[in-house]
Nanobody, 125 residues
Framework: QVELTESGGGLVQAGGSLRLSCVAS????????IAWFRQAPGKERELVAV????????YYPDSVKGRFAISRDNAKNTVYLQMNSLKPEDTAVYYC??????????????????WGQGTRVTVSS
C-alpha cells in the first residue's frame, strides 16, 4: 500500500521560506515521478513542481519558477520542496503525489493515483 506523508507547512511572513517534505512508503521510490500540487480555498488544484523518475528532470510553472525547488533523496524515499520568497498568494494546502508516468503526463493531476493528506502553508502579508 502506497502512503505519502507531507510535513513542513506552517505560517510564514511574506518573503520568508519553508521546506516541505514528502516521505513515501510502499513504493519503489525511484520508479515514481513525484509532484507537489497546491489548492487554495475556492481555487482549482495547481501543479507547482515535479521531479520525474526517468533522469530526474524537473518542471515548474511560471508562478513559482525561480522561487521553488524540488529535490529527491531516493535513499530516504523523500522529496523536498524548498519554497523561497514566499508570497501571500502561495497560501494553500500543499499535496505531494506519486505516479509512474513520465514526460508531459506528469503535468496532469489525473495521472497521479497516490496522494498525501496535505500540509497547510499560510503566508502573511
Amino acid at each position: 500500500q502506497v502512503e505519502l506523508t507531507e510535513s513542513g507547512g506552517g505560517l510564514v511572513q511574506a518573503g520568508g521560506s519553508l521546506r516541505l517534505s514528502c516521505v513515501a512508503s510502499g513504493v519503489t521510490f525511484r520508479s515514481y515521478s513525484i509532484a507537489w500540487f497546491r489548492q487554495a480555498p475556492g481555487k482549482e488544484r495547481e501543479l507547482v513542481a515535479v521531479t520525474r523518475k526517468a533522469g530526474g528532470s524537473t518542471y515548474y510553472p511560471d508562478s513559482v519558477k525561480g522561487r521553488f525547488a524540488i529535490s529527491r533523496d531516493n535513499a530516504k524515499n523523500t522529496v523536498y520542496l524548498q519554497m523561497n520568497s514566499l508570497k501571500p498568494e502561495d497560501t494553500a494546502v500543499y499535496y505531494c503525489a506519486a505516479s509512474t508516468v513520465v514526460f508531459s503526463g506528469t503535468l496532469d493531476s489525473n495521472n497521479y493515483p497516490h496522494w498525501g493528506q496535505g500540509t497547510r502553508v499560510t503566508v502573511s502579508s
